[in-house]
């Protein structure tokens, strides 16, 4: 494993591109904070963990030691941003596969960053090498777990005052298309942008997500909202009312929960990956 060179003059080594515990911090970063920008909260504390253990046990001195672990981290934060972005989709942290993914990256950082800190300090004694990489990559996790653990209460707490503040909204929004209904003989709008006499384009946007711009000329236009929205015409026997999904929210707004808004005017929250197919009714 070719990861860079050391001069042995002392001169500066070799900057490789090694997956460092940014990875995982990229990794553990989305579940914990809601996307890619945790891992950018977490650089500084990595980075200063790094640096201590590379200044105590391989003798460098603080300025270099930090110089070489911010360099270190700063190519492995692009790596291992990258790595996550090409991924299908984050395992859960409830999952076995997340720990599955955050061992290999463990792995695969204390190999690489052995060989980077043998590099970084020639004729350094090869267990001190080891144990300082050791240290390194313990120490660092151990901050990572120790955050999510600590931070998970209130992540929760936040993102359940986020689902019922989603809730409500749906729930406003199905009054404004049942009024919309009593205008218009039972019917409802087949298009969102028929409603914006209403100011339902601040309404529906979800606290869990930035909105967007989408697209207006299908049945199932989100017109600049975080919710679908799939008109159910004139309902043919309002007996089934309550269980006809007629607006719900995007896939990424809660990630494996949804809220839903049915035809009868009620509002039920569903939690799983397949929470929408949930909220369907049996054909």
């Known amino acids: 494993m070719r990861c860079g060179a050391a001069a042995a003059d002392g001169g500066k080594?070799?900057?490789?591109p090694s997956a460092c515990l940014v990875v995982a911090n990229a990794i553990l970063a989305p579940p914990l904070f809601g996307d890619s920008r945790g891992s950018v909260l977490l650089f500084i504390p990595v980075v200063l963990i790094e640096a201590l253990f590379v200044g105590a046990f391989v003798a460098r001195q603080w300025r270099g030691a930090l110089r070489l672990s911010a360099i270190a981290n700063t190519l492995s934060l692009l790596v291992g941003l990258s790595f996550v972005s090409i991924l299908p989709?984050?395992?859960?942290?409830?999952?076995?596969?997340f720990f599955i993914l955050v061992g290999a990256c463990f792995l695969v950082t204390f190999l690489i960053e052995c060989e980077y800190v043998r590099r970084a300090a020639t004729g350094a004694n090869p267990l001190v090498v080891l144990a300082t990489t050791a240290g390194m990559n313990t120490a660092s996790y151990a901050f990572l777990v120790a955050l999510a653990v600590a931070l998970t209460p209130s992540v929760n707490r936040y993102e359940a005052a986020r689902r019922a503040a989603c809730a409500s909204n749906l729930k406003t929004f199905g009054m404004i298309l049942f009024r919309y209904a009593d205008d218009n003989a039972g019917q409802f709008p087949p298009y969102l942008y028929q409603l914006r006499y209403s100011g339902l384009e601040g309404l529906l946007t979800c606290p869990s997500i930035a909105t967007v711009v989408p697209d207006v000329t299908s049945s199932r236009a989100d017109f600049r909202t975080d919710y679908v929205y799939e008109s159910p015409g004139k309902l043919a026997d309002p007996r089934q009312a309550a269980a006809i999904p007629i607006a719900w929210d995007k896939p990424e707004n809660h990630k494996v929960f949804g809220n839903v808004l049915f035809a009868d005017g009620h509002v039920k929250g569903f939690a799983g990956k397949d929470w929408l197919a949930k909220a369907r009714p049996a054909k």
Do not use: H
């Open 89 to 97: 989709q984050v395992p859960p942290r409830e999952g076995g596969g």
């Open 13 to 16: 080594p070799g900057m490789e």
